[in-house]
């Protein structure tokens, strides 16, 4: 800042100053540290939002007595398709899941679902969806899935895909064992059903009352990634270590507890992480379902972030944003109450 005022009592007025253009940016990018920066545009950029939970009933609130709001949150996500227009280099949108509302009269269902698709396919680009419980408490796998546009193999919701040739999307689906959305006489409702008698000794299955620490997860509004999809996840981040890829991991249930509570954590987090502990390519894990803000880093320096829910935006308020995605880390980008972070690679 010195060597500008020196700058300024040399030329004896500011027009002759700013005539040495070359001068003042040299000058102004040592002041601001933008020398490094300068140039450094995103590899790419993608929109992220979670837990709409739209339905056409008047506000409530939560178990934990938590404002909802069913009714604003599809305005939210209609201001953030705008934004994510408006910015007009998105690659792509994620949506974290829980796009309606478990309260939303089943005889609505569908029209609720369909409503808030529309809104957005108004996005200029793709939208990756993935299923949360509250989708599923609405409709089958059978009938949701189709309307998500999310690629199946046997109604199951987890797939992968590469928006550059140096990252990789990986998307769980965190109800593959589940007592929600599957036929209640399915093989997968079964082994959900002994899982939570086995862990749960409550008979209110959604009632953490009597366990302790991680324990809490073993919820009926919880699930897990089952055996088939743990040998899928590890043959694409096994395939991503091959072709140098940096991998971000999407699910709508929190795989850390230092980012969640232990309430909202899939099932078996831990073995999910065993397998992505066995690689260096993962750098974020992206979830929804917990409602709040959260962010850690594990003990192998992979990013934990959890975000706002679209529901419990007060009118007025928001909760989306975009991710700019470099070589060396991801930019959030918040909007409202998403508070934007960086998230730097170690690796």
Same mark, same amino acid.
């Given at each position: 800042?010195?060597?500008?005022?020196?700058?300024?009592?040399?030329?004896?007025?500011?027009?002759?100053?700013?005539?040495?253009?070359?001068?003042?940016?040299?000058?102004?990018?040592?002041?601001?540290?933008?020398?490094?920066?300068?140039?450094?545009?995103?590899?790419?950029?993608?929109?992220?939002?979670?837990?709409?939970?739209?339905?056409?009933?008047?506000?409530?609130?939560?178990?934990?007595?938590?404002?909802?709001?069913?009714?604003?949150?599809?305005?939210?996500?209609?201001?953030?398709?705008?934004?994510?227009?408006?910015?007009?280099?998105?690659?792509?949108?994620?949506?974290?899941?829980?796009?309606?509302?478990?309260?939303?009269?089943?005889?609505? /269902?569908? $029209?609720?679902?369909?409503?808030?698709?529309?809104? =957005?396919?108004? *996005? &200029? @680009?793709? #939208?990756?969806?993935?299923?949360?419980?509250?989708?599923?408490?609405?409709?089958?796998?059978?009938?949701?899935?189709?309307?998500?546009?999310?690629?199946?193999?046997?109604?199951?919701?987890?797939?992968?895909?590469?928006?550059?040739?140096?990252?990789r999307f990986v998307v769980l689906d965190g109800y593959d064992i589940s007592a929600i959305g599957w036929p209640e006489d399915h093989p997968k409702t079964q082994q959900a059903?002994?899982?939570?008698?086995?862990?749960?000794?409550?008979?209110?299955?959604? /009632?953490? $009352?009597?366990?302790?620490?991680?324990?809490?997860? =073993?919820?009926? *509004? &919880? @699930?897990? #990634?089952?055996?088939?999809?743990?040998?899928?996840?590890?043959?694409?981040?096994?395939?991503?270590?091959?072709?140098?890829?940096?991998?971000?991991?999407?699910?709508?249930?929190?795989?850390?507890?230092?980012?969640?509570?232990?309430?909202?954590?899939?099932?078996?987090?831990?073995?999910?992480?065993?397998?992505?502990?066995?690689?260096?390519?993962?750098?974020?894990?992206?979830?929804?379902?917990?409602?709040?803000?959260g962010h850690s880093i594990d003990s192998h320096g992979v990013h934990h972030k959890v975000f706002e829910a679209a529901l419990e935006c007060p009118p007025g308020t928001d909760?989306? @944003?975009?991710?700019?995605?470099?070589?060396?880390?991801?930019?959030?980008?918040?909007?409202?109450?998403?508070?934007?972070?960086?998230?730097?690679?170690?690796?």
């Open positions: 800042m010195d060597a500008l005022l020196h700058m300024v009592e040399k030329h004896g007025d500011l027009k002759s100053l700013i005539q040495d253009w070359s001068s003042v940016y040299s000058i102004m990018d040592s002041v601001n540290g933008l020398t490094s920066l300068r140039g450094k545009k995103p590899l790419f950029s993608f929109g992220i939002i979670s837990d709409i939970q739209y339905a056409d009933i008047p506000d409530g609130l939560s178990f934990l007595g938590v404002p909802r709001y069913y009714r604003h949150s599809i305005a939210v996500l209609q201001r953030a398709v705008k934004q994510w227009n408006h910015h007009r280099n998105l690659k792509f949108a994620v949506n974290l899941g829980d796009i309606v509302d478990g309260f939303c009269p089943k005889e609505h /269902s569908l $029209d609720s679902v369909s409503r808030v698709v529309n809104e =957005f396919e108004k *996005f &200029n @680009g793709l #939208v990756r969806h993935m299923i949360g419980n509250h989708c599923l408490y609405n409709m089958p796998r059978s009938k949701l899935l189709p309307l998500l546009k999310i690629p199946s193999i046997d109604g199951c919701a987890y797939y992968d895909f590469s928006p550059t040739s140096g990252y059903l002994k899982f939570l008698q086995d862990k749960n000794p409550n008979s209110d299955k959604n /009632s953490p $009352d009597g366990l302790v620490g991680t324990e809490r997860r =073993f919820l009926m *509004f &919880n @699930g897990a #990634v089952g055996e088939e999809q743990l040998r899928w996840l590890d043959s694409v981040l096994c395939d991503a270590t091959n072709l140098k890829q940096k991998v971000v991991v999407c699910c709508h249930l929190p795989l850390d507890p230092g980012a969640s509570t232990e309430e909202s954590l899939l099932w078996n987090f831990d073995e999910v992480m065993g397998v992505i502990h066995k690689y260096n390519c993962v750098k974020v894990c992206l979830a929804g379902h917990d409602h709040k803000d909760a989306f @944003g975009y991710i700019d995605v470099y070589d060396d880390r991801l930019s959030l980008c918040g909007t409202g109450r998403i508070e934007s972070c960086d998230m730097h690679f170690n690796h």
